[in-house]
């Protein structure tokens, strides 16, 4: 099974930016779709973005026009750029890779990493 790795999270003032990074072992990176999913404390993990092997990507209305999901295959490596940073946005951070349902997409792995901590606060 493939492992991903979260990290980039941090702290950041209203308004700023982060760019989080999604690490992946073995070699079969580019041939799936990967998505950005985030739980805030006491919430249900939530997908944020998805992009497909071949770049198509999609974003929840929440941040449609904020983050930008992006890879690199060449790198083993998704990320999200989240800029205008909210403190609704404030929750653990993860990646996984992801599978076509229906309108939306849903998480291939059972399992999930450790996250990353994204905390908007001024």
């Known amino acids: 099974q493939v492992q991903l790795v979260e990290s980039g999270g941090g702290l950041v003032q209203p308004g700023g930016s982060l760019t989080l990074s999604c690490a992946a072992s073995g070699s079969i990176f580019h041939i799936y779709d990967m998505g950005w999913y985030r739980q805030a404390s006491g919430k249900q993990r939530e997908l944020v973005a998805a992009i497909t092997s071949g770049g198509s990507t999609n974003h929840a209305d929440s941040v449609k026009g904020r983050f930008t999901i992006s890879r690199d295959n060449a790198k083993n490596t998704g990320y999200l750029q989240m800029n205008s940073l909210k403190p609704e946005d404030t929750a653990v951070y993860y990646c996984?890779?992801?599978?076509?349902?229906?309108?939306?997409?849903?998480?291939?792995?059972?399992?999930w990493g450790q996250g990353t901590q994204v905390t908007v606060s001024p």
């Open positions: 996984n890779r992801v599978t076509p349902a229906g309108t939306t997409w849903r998480p291939f792995f059972g399992s």
